[in-house]
């Protein structure tokens, strides 16, 4: 009796536990952690494929003068930098992180909608190839920014309904995406993990999940009506026929702002995990940092029209687009302060990971500071359209969305691989590019004050210093990035050798549960949910 | 060798963060010329040293933490969180700053939009890729293009940018205005949006197709003021300028006048000798025709037609004049182009080697018959 229970047992063993041989294991998996793994892989590549095209936009502006590209080309590159980072790289790496941690984190099995998680990471792959595929139709890529705005947008070749039907592709992803990330959440947390006891990654995934769904179909439309303007001969957006190329603005914008905070949104929360525990404090004000991305959330519903102060608002728009977006500041204030409370007076180290999310703080509030200067709508008349919006929105993404997503990925590789990362070549790989960015983006500011256009191939001799100075650190900050997938590869492969505990880092389960759970977590975790919530946060 | 000695100055600039070669440098918002250029420039400031205080305060307090609250220096993690007193603080405190901030920013805001009571209007048209200028109270009417030498260097890349004077800022004809004077610009557009900037008058502009903008200006300084297109308009966005230049009244009346003399004056169709057919035709050339056609005449393909052995243009005479008067769906109607410029363009395009044709012919103004009649 007793045999044939054991027996039983085994078998079940074998047939459940592992993932299935080879590539198909890949392919087909439901696995939350296999297909966080592919979201970050395919993230971590497309992070290369942008970054190539914007060392090629950062060659042709070393020096002024035409030299390597034609401009309609160059306009294609400014365009797919941008359509490759946001969608291929930033996005699908905060959801390669709630794949892996969210489960994880809320004492879950896995995702409550395993089979449809793997449908969105493939039709992922199949949008973003379909969009890269366009680079080589005739006529080029879609080169009117990645805002493609009309007029000019419906002026693109061949490509122009495989770029639409990419972004459709893409919108479909992100939604199934964020519907898994909801229903995750809402149904699968362990017996004891209230809402306020979340991680705050776990928090601020759930409300980017809904800011996903609002948004998606709204620039699923306005592409679509693109679409019908070009060739079913509707006038959404054209004058002659009682349209107007404003309303693309506007329907854009209202998707565009909110997805900024996608990238964003995260971002707090992986800072608000990983600043905790190497401060060895609790954070300090976790509830007023779940209403502080509430807030911002809903604030970014309420802005949208603050991206095109100069495009004729009548003077009550003007005002009240100010107000709304002065009004940001003052929750993400609460956060940055938040972060710097959460340092004092506690017992700091200095790992790879720690690193990284200080200079995310350090650099995004910079990024903060100029997003307030251009919130005062006259002064906005100076500044829009020129590089010191480019040195802006640059600095809330690279140094911010991207540094902690590099923050996360030393943070949790160990648990991931049960290896551990080389720290000294972490820390080069931190100080070449916190270096770097400011070399790269800083000067930028100097450029778009002293009157230099964005998405310009050329331009004045006045302007050929900073630009040198700004490639340079282009190409600094690009080459480091390969040290990263030096160490990702080493720490798979073993890393130093050491063994890591289950915690990783000193106290680390006192604020999350994944670090209870063995290094490397194993294929299933939580299987049966955790008995002890942390609190720690309370 | 240009190219080592200006790496090797890169460390050095970026050591000092200032200095230049070049005069016109700049790291900061220029002042301009106008009241309101003025007032907003008085706000960036204000906003900027809001800012810096910020960070000074709000980084100086994480650095001292950083460098005094560290494990390695023995300090032993307190354990606080949640202070309602403190969290009530940091949020009245950037509450009042913004307040602060929004009122003179409102003031700038009214004053922007007091386009009214001006004295004079122009209209601006923003085409891919110049502007168009229209003073609607005296009838002139004129393209601004990129200036020929810019136009030569942006499209052979062997030249030397730093050889041109204001590179990529300068055009054929720029906009006169008068000093001391409201003027009222009306924006629009013939085909994208583009938008039109100018720093020193304070603010730019979006021009939207079928869509009229206001904007206005009192520029009380006399002088050159140069901007660009600042909203992304296609292939050759970077490449066209505005300039703007003011001039005291007298001068201006002086300018009107002379303007409109040779606006009215019909066009000198007397025949040319060939050489001087074939040079005006190149400028011609690289006004109307090279940002599409290119400078060799070889297109872009996909995009736009060569005209570097192409049929149509070697072709027979009539029917060429005919096309580019007719124009096409992707091509501008060049009907209003006098008859000694299509003259000349024609003997250009059919002949020049530099877009590698040679029929070997010319044809002078006064065979130019219409082969368009602008009633039809």
């Given at each position: 009796?007793?045999?044939v229970?054991?027996?039983?047992?085994?078998?079940h063993?074998h047939?459940?536990?592992?993932?299935?041989?080879?590539i198909?294991?890949w392919?087909?998996?439901?696995n939350?952690?296999?297909?966080g793994?592919?979201?970050?892989?395919?993230a971590l590549?497309?992070?290369?494929?942008?970054?190539?095209?914007?060392?090629?936009i950062r060659?042709?502006?070393?020096?002024p003068?035409?030299?390597?590209?034609?401009?309609?080309?160059?306009?294609?590159?400014?365009t797919?930098?941008?359509?490759v980072?946001?969608?291929?790289?930033?996005?699908?790496a905060?959801?390669?992180?709630?794949?892996?941690?969210?489960?994880?984190?809320?004492?879950?099995?896995?995702?409550?909608?395993p089979?449809?998680?793997?449908m969105?990471f493939w039709?992922?792959?199949?949008?973003?190839?379909?969009?890269?595929?366009?680079?080589?139709?005739?006529?080029?890529?879609?080169?009117?920014?990645?805002t493609l705005?009309?007029?000019?947008?419906?002026?693109?070749?061949k490509?122009?309904p495989?770029?639409?039907?990419?972004?459709?592709?893409l919108?479909?992803?992100?939604?199934?995406?964020?519907?898994?990330?909801?229903?995750?959440?809402?149904?699968?947390?362990?017996?004891?993990?209230?809402?306020?006891?979340?991680p705050?990654?776990?928090w601020t995934?759930?409300i980017?999940?809904?800011?996903?769904?609002?948004?998606?179909?709204?620039?699923?439309?306005a592409?679509t009506?693109?679409l019908?303007d070009k060739?079913?001969?509707?006038?959404?957006?054209?004058?002659?026929?009682?349209?107007d190329?404003?309303?693309?603005?506007?329907?854009f914008?209202?998707f565009?702002?909110?997805e900024v905070y996608?990238?964003?949104l995260?971002?707090?929360?992986?800072?608000s995990?990983i600043?905790?525990v190497?401060?060895?404090k609790?954070?300090?004000?976790?509830?007023s940092?779940?209403?502080?991305?509430?807030?911002?959330?809903?604030?970014?519903?309420?802005v949208?029209?603050h991206?095109?102060?100069?495009?004729?608002?009548?003077?009550?728009?003007e005002?009240y687009?100010?107000?709304?977006?002065?009004?940001?500041a003052?929750?993400?204030?609460?956060k940055?302060?938040?972060w710097?409370?959460t340092?004092?007076?506690?017992?700091?180290?200095f790992?790879?990971p720690?690193?990284?999310?200080?200079?995310?703080?350090?650099?995004?509030?910079?990024?903060g500071?100029t997003?307030?200067?251009?919130?005062?709508?006259?002064v906005?008349?100076?500044?829009?359209?020129?590089?010191?919006i480019?040195?802006?929105?640059?600095?809330?993404?690279?140094?911010?969305?991207?540094f902690?997503?590099?923050?996360?990925g030393?943070?949790w590789?160990?648990?991931w691989?049960?290896?551990m990362y080389n720290?000294?070549?972490?820390?080069?790989?931190?100080?070449?590019?916190?270096?770097?960015?400011?070399?790269?983006?800083?000067p930028?500011?100097?450029?778009?004050?002293?009157?230099?256009?964005?998405?310009?191939?050329?331009?004045?001799?006045?302007?050929?210093d900073?630009n040198?100075?700004?490639?340079?650190?282009?190409f600094i900050?690009?080459?480091?990035?390969?040290l990263?997938v030096?160490?990702?590869?080493?720490?798979?492969?073993?890393g130093?050798?050491?063994?890591?505990?289950?915690?990783?880092?000193?106290?680390?389960?006192?604020?999350?549960?994944?670090w209870t759970?063995?290094s490397?977590?194993?294929y299933?975790t939580?299987t049966?949910?955790?008995?002890k919530i942390p609190?720690e946060?309370? | 060798?240009?190219?080592?000695?200006?790496?090797l100055?890169?460390p050095?600039?970026?050591?000092?963060?200032?200095?230049?070669?070049?005069?016109?440098?700049?790291?900061n918002l220029?002042?301009?010329?106008?009241q309101l250029?003025?007032?907003?420039y008085?706000?960036h400031?204000?906003?900027?040293w809001?800012?810096?205080?910020?960070?000074?305060a709000?980084?100086?307090?994480m650095?001292?933490?950083i460098?005094?609250?560290?494990?390695s220096?023995?300090?032993?993690?307190?354990?606080?969180?949640?202070?309602?007193?403190?969290?009530?603080?940091?949020?009245i405190?950037?509450?009042?700053?913004?307040?602060?901030?929004a009122?003179?920013?409102?003031?700038?805001v009214?004053?922007?939009d007091?386009t009214?009571?001006?004295?004079?209007?122009?209209?601006?048209?923003?085409?891919?890729?110049?502007?168009?200028?229209?003073y609607l109270?005296n009838g002139?009417?004129?393209e601004?293009?990129?200036d020929e030498?810019?136009?030569?260097?942006h499209?052979?890349?062997?030249?030397?940018?730093?050889?041109v004077p204001?590179?990529?800022l300068?055009?054929?004809?720029?906009?006169?205005?008068?000093?001391?004077?409201k003027?009222?610009f009306?924006?629009t557009?013939?085909?994208?949006?583009?938008?039109?900037?100018?720093?020193e008058?304070?603010?730019?502009?979006d021009a939207?197709?079928?869509?009229?903008?206001?904007a206005?200006?009192?520029?009380?300084k006399?002088?050159t003021?140069r901007?660009?297109?600042?909203?992304?308009c296609?292939?050759?966005?970077g490449?066209?300028?505005v300039?703007?230049i003011?001039?005291?009244?007298?001068?201006?009346?002086a300018?009107?006048?002379?303007?409109l003399?040779?606006?009215?004056?019909?066009?000198?169709?007397?025949?040319?000798?060939r050489?001087?057919?074939?040079?005006h035709?190149?400028?011609?050339y690289?006004?109307n025709c090279?940002a599409?056609?290119?400078?060799d005449?070889n297109?872009i393909?996909?995009w736009?037609?060569?005209l570097?052995g192409?049929?149509?243009?070697?072709?027979?005479?009539?029917?060429?004049i005919?096309f580019i008067?007719a124009?096409t769906?992707?091509m501008?109607?060049f009907?209003?182009?006098?008859?000694?410029?299509?003259?000349?363009l024609?003997?250009?395009?059919?002949?020049?080697?530099?877009?590698?044709?040679?029929?070997g012919?010319?044809?002078?103004?006064?065979?130019?018959?219409?082969?368009?009649d602008d009633?039809?």
């Open positions: 009796m007793t045999a229970v054991a027996e039983h047992d085994d078998h063993d047939h459940d536990h592992g993932p299935e041989k080879g198909l294991r392919i087909i998996t439901t939350h952690k296999d297909i793994t592919l979201y970050l892989v395919f590549a497309m992070f290369f494929v942008g970054g190539t095209m914007a060392l090629i060659s042709e502006l070393f020096e003068g035409l030299q390597f590209v034609d401009p309609n080309f160059f306009n294609s590159m400014t797919m930098h941008a359509l980072m946001v969608f291929g790289a930033v996005m699908p905060f959801v390669g992180l709630a794949n892996w941690m969210i489960p994880m984190m809320i004492g879950a099995p896995d995702m409550a909608l089979r449809m998680n793997n969105s039709m992922l792959v199949a949008g973003v190839l379909l969009l890269a595929s366009t680079l080589f139709m005739e006529g080029g890529a879609p080169a009117a920014g990645w705005y009309p007029p000019l947008v419906l002026q693109t070749g490509a122009f495989f770029a639409i039907f990419s972004v459709h592709m919108g479909i992803s992100s939604i199934m995406g964020a519907i898994n990330v909801i229903a995750t959440i809402f149904n699968m947390r362990a017996p004891g993990m209230t809402l306020m006891k979340m705050l990654f776990v995934w759930l980017t999940a809904f800011l996903l769904i609002a948004i998606m179909p709204v620039f699923a439309g592409v009506m693109l019908t060739f079913f001969d509707t006038s959404f957006f054209d004058a002659a026929g009682g349209g190329p404003v309303l693309y603005q506007h329907i914008w209202f565009g702002h909110p996608v990238m964003i995260p971002t707090f929360g992986v800072a995990t600043i905790p190497f401060a060895r609790p954070l300090f004000g976790y509830a940092m779940v209403y502080a991305t509430g807030a911002i959330a809903f604030l970014s519903f309420i949208w029209s991206h095109m102060f100069t495009v004729g608002l009548p003077i009550a728009g005002l687009f100010m107000y709304a977006t002065m009004l940001i003052i929750p993400t204030g609460v940055v302060f938040n710097t409370a340092m004092w007076k506690g017992s700091m180290t790992e790879t720690m690193l990284f999310s200080i200079a995310f703080v350090v650099l995004f509030t910079m990024g500071f997003g307030l200067m251009m919130s005062v709508a006259p906005d008349f100076q500044y829009h359209d020129t590089y010191f480019v040195a802006h929105f640059h600095y809330t993404l690279v140094p911010a969305s991207v902690i997503l590099m923050a996360a030393y943070f590789l160990p648990k691989t049960g290896n720290e000294k070549i972490g820390k080069l790989h931190f100080w070449l590019s916190a270096i770097s960015v400011n070399i790269l983006f800083f930028q500011h100097f450029l778009g004050l002293a009157g230099m256009p964005r998405r310009i191939p050329d331009y004045a001799v006045q302007f050929a900073w040198m100075v700004s490639s340079i650190g282009a900050y690009g080459f480091s990035q390969l990263f030096y160490i990702v590869i080493d720490t798979i492969r073993g130093t050798g050491e063994k890591v505990s289950d915690e990783v880092w000193e106290d680390a389960s006192k604020h999350s549960l994944e759970v063995p490397p977590a194993p299933h939580f049966t949910p955790p008995e609190t946060h309370f | 060798m240009k190219k080592t000695k200006q790496l100055a890169c050095v600039l970026m050591a000092l963060g200032l200095g230049s070669a070049h005069a016109d440098y700049t790291l220029t002042k301009g010329v106008t250029s003025n007032e907003l008085d706000l400031m204000l906003i900027m809001i800012c810096v205080f910020i960070g000074i709000v980084f100086g307090t650095f001292y933490s460098y005094h609250h560290r494990k220096k023995g300090h032993q993690a307190e354990q606080f969180h949640e202070n309602t007193t403190v969290e009530i603080i940091w949020t405190i950037p509450t009042l700053i913004l307040v602060g901030m009122i003179p920013a409102t003031k700038a009214v004053d922007l007091r009214q009571e001006s004295e004079m209007s122009i209209k601006v048209t923003g085409k891919q890729w110049y502007w168009d200028y229209e109270d002139i009417h004129f601004s293009h990129l030498a810019s136009e030569r260097v499209r052979v890349s062997s030249m030397d940018p730093r050889s204001n590179y990529l300068n055009v054929d004809k720029p906009l006169v205005v008068p000093v001391k004077k003027i009222r009306l924006f557009a013939a085909d994208v949006i583009h938008s039109w900037w100018v720093p008058l304070g603010w730019k502009k939207n197709p079928g869509f009229v903008n206001e206005w200006t009192y520029v009380d006399p002088g003021y901007g660009q297109c600042t909203e992304l296609g292939r050759d966005h490449f066209m300028p300039v703007v003011a001039m005291e009244q007298d001068q201006y009346d300018w009107v006048k002379a303007t003399d040779k606006q009215n004056q019909a066009p000198d169709l007397s025949d040319q000798t050489n001087s057919l074939m040079a035709g190149e400028s011609v690289l006004k090279v599409c056609h290119q400078i005449g297109g393909p996909g736009f037609p060569a570097r192409s049929a149509k243009v070697t072709g027979n005479m009539d029917q060429l005919g008067q124009g769906s992707k501008p109607a009907r209003k182009l006098p008859d000694n410029e299509l003259a000349e024609i003997t250009y395009i059919r002949n020049a080697p530099a877009l590698g044709n040679n029929v012919d010319e044809i002078q103004p006064n065979k130019i018959t219409p082969k368009w009633d039809e």
